[in-house]
């Protein structure tokens, strides 16, 4: 076919009144830019953050920094592959009407399209084993959240590698169709592959409220305070974060109008959009729990510091009744003295709240070693946070008597 043709030649006619525009067509893609812009800025903090603190701090780097690493590299692909895809600035069909798209365009576009699920399932898949590498970690000592996590791991695996088969036969050309423009294999993927996207979404909505349970059931059964434990329930709580983007997803979908083949190029953009920003909550939600609890300290210790250096220097200076009273009591035989202008030692105190803030974080962690008990099974227990698990979770002794009823 003359590539002329393909270049001039609309997928669709336009609606009556309108007119193809290849040049400057109307667009929405300047939607998802936003998004993407704004969600790669967070996740690269977030992600960094989270490699500081556990190659620098703790120094415990493990299977699921790794996991959340590779998904980070795939989240960023991802939202590059979807910037090449949308009108501008990577000049494809996405944000603009499907009258205003040639069939040179479309045919890229199917091709990146194929890519973009397949990717977006692979990270997704990475996330969700991240978290569960991240619980195996976490909950070492406890069997069942062991069990628990490993099944997780296999049910998303198997999902990812049977969806990444599927779809790819589905949405390729077989033998005997003209490539990527044949009416049957853009009438199957249209169909039997939009039904197969639509089924991974209720997998996803799914697999995150799992992912969310298992945490969460155990901490409601640690024998702590009622404080702690909702400390801890408010730190995996942000997991629902990722589960409600998952349902906004599966929400919108539902909407049979956004499939149509009408002009798919300017409705799917919904889909696109809640779908960036559910592995993006993913992956911060993931990094939560181990950036909070640092940080957390940090800034607390920031407020005492500060607390205490302003109260030092209260005590320095009287007050303003004291200093009247001294000026006009008739019985104080001593004239009023010019008070003393301050020396260098009298500015000490700035310079301890300066080095409180600044604390070395090995200090710190032997007081938080000397103060609280430790368990011999978990080993990952560099972090603040696992010293408190560990403190709270009940011994193997305790575990091995017939009371397991109440952890399940």
């Given at each position: 076919?003359?590539?002329?043709?393909?270049?001039?030649?609309?997928?669709?006619?336009?609606?009556?009144?309108?007119?193809?525009?290849?040049?400057?067509?109307?667009?929405?893609?300047?939607?998802?830019?936003?998004?993407?812009?704004?969600?790669?800025?967070?996740?690269?903090?977030?992600?960094?953050?989270?490699?500081?603190?556990?190659?620098?701090?703790?120094?415990?780097?493990?299977?699921?920094?790794?996991?959340?690493?590779?998904?980070?590299?795939?989240?960023?692909?991802?939202?590059?592959?979807?910037?090449?895809?949308?009108?501008?600035?990577?000049?494809?069909?996405?944000?603009?009407?499907?009258?205003?798209?040639?069939?040179?365009?479309?045919?890229?576009?199917?091709?990146?399209?194929?890519?973009?699920?397949?990717?977006?399932?692979?990270?997704?898949?990475?996330?969700?084993?991240?978290?569960?590498?991240?619980?195996?970690?976490?909950?070492?000592?406890?069997?069942?959240?062991?069990?628990?996590?490993?099944?997780?791991?296999?049910?998303?695996?198997?999902?990812?590698?049977?969806?990444?088969?599927?779809?790819?036969v589905l949405c390729s050309p077989w033998p005997g169709e003209h490539g990527w423009v044949d009416p049957d294999m853009v009438h199957r993927c249209g169909t039997k592959?939009?039904?197969?996207?639509?089924?991974?979404?209720?997998?996803?909505?799914?697999?995150?409220?799992?992912?969310?349970?298992?945490?969460?059931?155990?901490?409601?059964?640690?024998?702590?305070?009622?404080?702690?434990?909702?400390?801890?329930?408010?730190?995996?709580?942000?997991?629902?974060?990722?589960?409600?983007?998952?349902?906004?997803?599966?929400?919108?979908?539902?909407?049979?109008?956004?499939?149509?083949?009408?002009?798919?190029?300017?409705?799917?953009?919904?889909?696109?959009?809640?779908?960036?920003?559910?592995?993006?909550v993913g992956l911060l939600c993931h990094s939560m729990p181990v950036i909070f609890v640092p940080l957390y300290g940090r800034f607390k210790q920031l407020g005492n510091?500060?607390?205490?250096?302003?109260?030092?220097?209260?005590?320095?200076?009287?007050?303003?009744a004291e200093s009247y009273s001294n000026l006009a009591s008739p019985d104080n035989n001593t004239p009023p003295q010019i008070p003393d202008i301050p020396s260098r030692?009298?500015?000490?105190?700035?310079?301890?709240?300066?080095?409180?803030?600044?604390?070395?974080?090995?200090?710190?962690?032997?007081?938080?070693?000397?103060?609280?008990?430790?368990?011999?099974?978990?080993?990952?227990?560099?972090?603040?946070?696992?010293?408190?698990?560990?403190?709270?979770?009940?011994?193997?002794?305790?575990?091995?008597?017939?009371?397991?009823?109440?952890?399940?």
């Amino acid at each position: 076919m003359d590539s002329g043709y393909l270049d001039s030649t609309p997928v669709r006619p336009p609606p009556p009144g309108q007119v193809s525009n290849f040049v400057d067509p109307v667009s929405r893609s300047y939607q998802l830019v936003i998004i993407i812009g704004v969600f790669t800025a967070l996740v690269s903090i977030f992600v960094l953050l989270r490699l500081y603190i556990r190659l620098g701090v703790t120094k415990s780097y493990g299977i699921d920094d790794w996991l959340c690493t590779a998904a980070t590299i795939l989240t960023l692909s991802y939202s590059a592959l979807i910037l090449k895809l949308l009108w501008k600035p990577g000049g494809g069909i996405l944000g603009i009407h499907l009258w205003d798209v040639s069939i040179s365009q479309f045919i890229k576009y199917q091709k990146g399209s194929l890519a973009d699920s397949i990717l977006i399932r692979i990270c997704s898949t990475t996330i969700k084993v991240a978290f569960f590498a991240f619980y195996l970690r976490l909950f070492a000592v406890v069997r069942h959240i062991r069990v628990m996590a490993w099944v997780g791991i296999a049910v998303v695996t198997t999902f990812c590698v049977a969806f990444v088969v599927a779809d790819a036969v589905l949405c390729s050309p077989w033998p005997g169709e003209h490539g990527w423009v044949d009416p049957d294999m853009v009438h199957r993927c249209g169909t039997k592959a939009t039904k197969l996207i639509t089924g991974a979404s209720y997998f996803n909505v799914i697999t995150d409220f799992y992912i969310l349970f298992i945490p969460l059931h155990q901490v409601v059964t640690l024998n702590v305070s009622r404080a702690k434990k909702i400390g801890l329930c408010m730190i995996f709580l942000t997991g629902l974060l990722a589960c409600g983007a998952a349902l906004t997803n599966l929400i919108i979908r539902q909407n049979k109008h956004i499939f149509k083949g009408e002009d798919f190029s300017w409705t799917l953009v919904p889909v696109y959009a809640t779908s960036i920003v559910e592995i993006n909550v993913g992956l911060l939600c993931h990094s939560m729990p181990v950036i909070f609890v640092p940080l957390y300290g940090r800034f607390k210790q920031l407020g005492n510091s500060l607390s205490s250096w302003v109260r030092e220097r209260r005590k320095r200076r009287p007050s303003s009744a004291e200093s009247y009273s001294n000026l006009a009591s008739p019985d104080n035989n001593t004239p009023p003295q010019i008070p003393d202008i301050p020396s260098r030692n009298d500015l000490s105190g700035i310079r301890t709240f300066i080095r409180n803030v600044y604390r070395s974080e090995g200090q710190t962690s032997r007081r938080e070693e000397a103060t609280l008990p430790t368990v011999n099974e978990l080993t990952t227990a560099d972090i603040s946070y696992h010293n408190e698990l560990k403190s709270m979770l009940p011994s193997q002794s305790e575990k091995s008597r017939p009371t397991t009823d109440q952890s399940t």
